[in-house]
């Protein structure tokens, strides 16, 4: 039914627009009328990306970290923590954000204004985090041990079996934490309005931008019913909702792939 209805409330407004002028177009203003959301896309791609490359690396060797080497009374406080993490809301995450990373950036950089791309990337790192973390640390752990003893036996050392051997044979897992993370950047919204500026411009490191669901959060309140700005906000939640399918759908093969291999 959710299906249905995005496309029936997304089509008229693409119809209306153009496909080509909707997707490509890199002016957003209601007053005109003109809704391009390529800014959009390309911020949403570019922040998932940003946030997907600091956060994986970190999750990653946090798991290995937590699975293999951690002392146990260490491993349940940092496990502890994740969970808290995973457990924060939203605005919290924007709130503190906006309060220490904004500055902090703003004053960094020499910036005018700390919310731009790199303020929401590094905030979509934090909150991915947690399900990088959690996922490949029990796929990490349900690894047989007579893998880890066999490579030992062949003269690798404990470093060389964790990542060479332990977390090759935990890919699947790996790569299912990684989806879960890449669902959680793509569809951030709340967070990412208060620490990205929530400006159309064309994506920048250090400018303010606005991603796909910070478009339709920051608008749909005020766009007037039946109007081409509310029909155009559906689309883009049409658009976000098919971004979202596409990006889950190449990692599943993927993953498939993988597990073949």
Known sequence: CICLYL?????????AIGLWNFLFGETWNAPTNEFGILPFILTSVYGTAGALLLG????????????????????AAARSCVALLAGIPSVVYGLVGMTVLVPFVQKTFSLSSGACLLTAILVLTVMILPYIV???ETALRAVPREYEEASLALGATKVETWFLVSLKAAKS?????????TGRAV???MAILMVAGNVANMPSLFASVRFLTTAIVSEMSYAAYGSLQRDALFSVGLVLFLFILLINAALRLLSERSAKA
């Open 7 to 15: 496309v029936i409330s997304g089509v008229p407004a693409i119809q």
């Open 134 to 136: 959690s996922v490949s």
């Open 173 to 181: 897992g790996v790569i299912a934490s990684i989806i879960q993370g």
């Open 56 to 75: 994986v690396p970190l999750g990653l060797f946090t798991a290995v970290f937590l699975a293999k080497a951690a002392p146990p009374r260490i491993a």
């Open 187 to 189: 569809g951030e919204a």
